[in-house]
């Protein structure tokens, strides 16, 4: 898909992996109206964007009659809407303890699973008004790889994988192209992965910004469905279906990786 001239909307867009796909995006000519709570670090962003005509609108995903408002704001400005990246996301690490987790996972799964929904359903007509567009659901590796002591995290993004699929075979037809984008860990400021970045080993499995912001454009222009960052983490999903032991085995090592994270890493 040629970027000139398309409106993409980009929920997460003041930090992080959306904050790095409005540079982009807005750098191959596309105009971007950036979604997020902090009015003053979107405005940052937003400003500092190369092209013009560029908006942003201080909202929070879990609120349906912000993301309505939000919806209003990219038909009066913008008129249209052919890419959204759904990037808006938190982490939600920690033991289940039973009812205290209750709270935890039902807040991250407001904002991870239901803030796209919200914010997919609300853009439909403009996306549709808009077709062939695309939808970018920034999903995780933990979407398809449960771990320990990420339960709220991987419902979260399981259930995202789940609806995306779903909604790419469905929407399809409709010139409605959903994509997921599953990145392995990498830092940044909801997810600061403080351990690994510390760890000379440990830090060769981090991945970045850019390179997800990558893989969101190439989903895009090439209308995939699943793009995995880095791409070889696409195996151990592989080997969760094909060979569950070695998958259940490989949860000791992976704990390793685990141990180097702390609660505020997601
Ligand atoms: N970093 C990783 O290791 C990693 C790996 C795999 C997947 N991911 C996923 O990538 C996405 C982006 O994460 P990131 O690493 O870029 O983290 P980040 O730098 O913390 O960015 C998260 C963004 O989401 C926004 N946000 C959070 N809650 C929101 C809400 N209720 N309403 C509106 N905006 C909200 C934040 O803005 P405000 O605080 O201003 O609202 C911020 O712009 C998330 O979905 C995350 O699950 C991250």
């Not at 912001?213 to 995995?228: E, F, T, W």
Request: aromatic share 6%.
């Amino acid at each position: 898909m040629e970027l000139k001239g398309k409106v993409c909307v980009v929920t997460g867009a003041s930090s992080g992996i959306g904050r790095r796909a409005a540079i982009d995006l807005a750098a191959r000519g596309a105009t971007v109206c950036g979604v997020a709570r902090r009015a003053e670090r979107l405005e940052s962003v937003i400003s500092g964007l190369s092209g013009d005509g560029h908006s942003m609108v201080p909202a929070d995903v879990t609120k349906k009659t912000q993301v309505t408002a939000m919806a209003s704001h990219v038909k009066e400005v913008h008129g249209r809407c052919d890419i959204l990246v759904n990037s808006a996301g938190i982490g939600g690490a920690g033991t289940f303890d039973g009812r205290a987790a209750v709270g935890r996972t039902e807040e991250v799964m407001k904002t991870n699973f239901f803030g796209a929904l919200y914010c997919t359903a609300e853009l439909m007509p403009l996306l549709e008004a808009a077709a062939p567009c695309s939808v970018v659901n920034i999903a995780s590796i933990a979407g398809r790889l449960a771990l320990r002591g990420s339960s709220a995290y991987a419902a979260s993004k399981f259930a995202l994988v789940g609806w995306s699929e779903a909604l790419h075979f469905e929407l399809a037809e409709r010139g409605v192209f959903v994509s997921l984008v599953e990145p392995g860990p990498l830092p940044t400021e909801g997810f600061p992965m403080t351990g690994l970045v510390k760890d000379p080993l440990m830090r060769r499995v981090l991945t970045s910004d850019e390179k997800v912001s990558s893989a969101i454009l190439d989903a895009v222009a090439r209308r995939k469905m699943q793009r995995v960052v880095p791409r070889w983490y696409y195996l151990l999903s592989i080997a969760r279906v094909l060979v569950p032991p070695v998958y259940r085995f490989a949860q000791g090592p992976l704990a390793t990786v685990r141990k180097h994270r702390v609660p505020e890493d997601g």
